[in-house]
T-cell receptor, first 114, second 112 residues
Framework: DAGVIQSPRHEVTEMGQEVTLRCKPI?????LFWYRQTMMRGLELLIY????????DSGMPEDRFSAKMPNASFSTLKIQPSEPRDSAVYFC????????????FGPGTRLTVL | LAKTTQPISMDSYEGQEVNITCSHN???????ITWYQQFPSQGPRFIIQ???TKVTNEVASLFIPADRKSSTLSLPRVSLSDTAVYYC?????????????FGTGTRLKVLA
């Protein structure tokens, strides 16, 4: 398996623009996670899905952020409109099951909002 | 909500044993404690996981006391390639929804 795939790897955009990050989890994994990492706040869980259903989105910073998982092999994280403070590395991870299961992380998307 | 605390950074020399402790005051009952390693420009990678007492694999050991309010990751005989950030991960169920909580991370620098 190729592992968790994220695209794009780098994104530079201007404030106010819409940004869409994409993730393909490992085939057969039932859980998908979106994280954000910054120097100031460390690694934060934004939202996670189980069998394509959002379970906990309490980490989503505000209404500008939305995440979807239309099927078991694809998820998106959208920011609209983007702001400079959204600049961070966004990781997607997947796991075979939920608690106590190893999470496999993708390479991340480095987002820069100017 | 469970809160995790780790030292911000540690320095060590090659060949030494390194112990990194994570304090987690309110983790979910019956849940494991997991440790991840992260290199620059990469996503975190699983190292080891345990519930209580001691767990050992080919790269590390994990010590968990009976009260499970902390855990210690032990890296034997570190090398320069162990320079990375190490995170503990615990779960919390207090709010009814299971939450995954990563520690603040410990930046380990191994010196020659």
């Amino acid at each position: 398996d190729a592992g968790v795939i994220q695209s794009p790897r780098h994104e530079v955009t201007e404030m106010g623009q819409e940004v869409t990050l994409r993730c393909k989890p490992i085939s057969g994994h039932d859980y998908l996670f979106w994280y954000r990492q910054t120097m100031m706040r460390g690694l934060e869980l934004l939202i996670y899905f189980n069998n394509n259903v959002p379970i906990d989105d309490s980490g989503m910073p505000e209404d500008r952020f939305s995440a979807k998982m239309p099927n078991a092999s694809f998820s998106t994280l959208k920011i609209q409109p983007s702001e400079p403070r959204d600049s961070a590395v966004y990781f997607c991870a997947s796991s075979l099951a939920g608690t106590n299961n190893e999470q496999f992380f993708g390479p991340g998307t480095r987002l820069t909002v100017l | 909500l469970a809160k995790t605390t780790q030292p911000i950074s540690m320095d060590s020399y090659e060949g030494q044993e390194v112990n990194i402790t994570c304090s987690h005051n309110n983790i979910a009952t019956n849940d494991y404690i997991t440790w991840y390693q992260q290199f620059p420009s990469q996503g975190p990678r699983f190292i080891i996981q345990g519930y209580k007492t001691k767990v050992t694999n080919e790269v590390a050991s994990l010590f968990i006391p009976a009260d499970r309010k902390s855990s210690t990751l032990s890296l034997p005989r570190v090398s320069l390639s162990d320079t990375a950030v190490y995170y503990c991960l615990v779960g919390d169920r207090d709010s009814g929804t299971y939450k995954y909580i990563f520690g603040t991370g410990t930046r380990l620098k191994v010196l020659a």
